[in-house]
């Protein structure tokens, strides 16, 4: 099972910051979070990804609390491109295969 | 920019029909996944594979699967027998390592079993 939660959905109008927020309170000191994305039907996209520090690329930014049990992807200036389902993931590599483990995700809906 | 791809991007088929579907991960990649998502659900992990071997499969990488890389490029997943659940849209992803690397997915095949 999916070892985070992130609320069902979330609007946000274009050009705005978009902040999506997922909990991660179990994460163990070597998981790392990682954000992905999967718009309509098409394959999943990885988006950014951090251990303990906050991090940033040219999609987004990533704000790990200190304790590591939350954190928020923010995407700085929202476009109607940006409508996807946004999945938080939790992955530790284990034997060789860091397989992902994803849930239901976030809808996010860019409104003009 | 590399890209994953799949082929068929769809295939309908009869229930206990082989299936194969075929992948072109990333070319300098080593670790190769299959992943599952039934329509309306979420994306399922099936399998990995490392070193011309599974690393790992979960529950539903039952006897009636399989996979492999049969000529280095080329990374199939094999259906023995179809099901009707087996209908989803199967995703490929590759990853150069693990540990902290980002999977690339490619576009997906949408499998219907009828």
């Known amino acids: 099972d999916a070892k985070t939660t992130q609320p069902p959905s979330m609007d946000c109008a274009e050009g705005r910051a978009a902040n999506l927020p997922c909990n991660h309170s179990?994460?163990?000191?070597?998981?790392?979070v990682y954000w992905y994305r999967q718009i309509h039907s098409q394959g999943p996209q990885y988006i950014i990804h951090?251990?303990?520090n906050n991090e940033t690329n040219e999609m987004a930014s990533l704000i790990i609390t200190e304790d590591r049990k939350s954190s928020t992807l923010i995407l700085p200036h929202a476009t109607l491109r940006d409508t996807a389902v946004y999945y938080c993931?939790?992955?530790?590599?284990?034997?060789?295969?860091?397989?992902?483990?994803f849930g239901k995700g976030m809808k996010l809906t860019v409104n003009p | 920019e590399p890209e994953v791809t799949q082929t068929p991007s769809h295939q309908v088929t009869q229930m206990g029909q082989e299936v194969i579907l075929r992948c072109v991960p990333i070319?300098?990649?080593?670790?190769f996944y299959w992943y599952r998502q039934i329509l309306g659900q979420k994306v399922e992990f099936l399998v990995s594979?490392?070193?011309?071997?599974?690393?790992?499969k979960s529950e539903i990488f039952d006897d009636q699967f399989s996979v492999e890389r049969p000529d280095g490029s080329n990374f199939t997943l094999k259906i023995r027998s179809t099901k009707l659940e087996d209908s989803a849209m199967y995703f490929c992803?590759?990853?150069?390592?693990?540990?902290?690397?980002?999977?690339?997915f490619g576009p997906g095949t949408r499998l219907t079993v009828t």
């Open positions: 992803a590759s990853t150069f390592r693990t540990a902290a690397y980002e999977q690339y």
């Open positions: 179990t994460i163990s000191g070597n998981e790392y």
């Open positions: 951090g251990l303990k």
């Open positions: 993931i939790v992955s530790l590599t284990q034997g060789g295969s860091e397989k992902l483990v």
């Open positions: 070319s300098n990649h080593l670790y």
């Open positions: 594979f490392y070193n011309n071997e599974i690393s790992e």
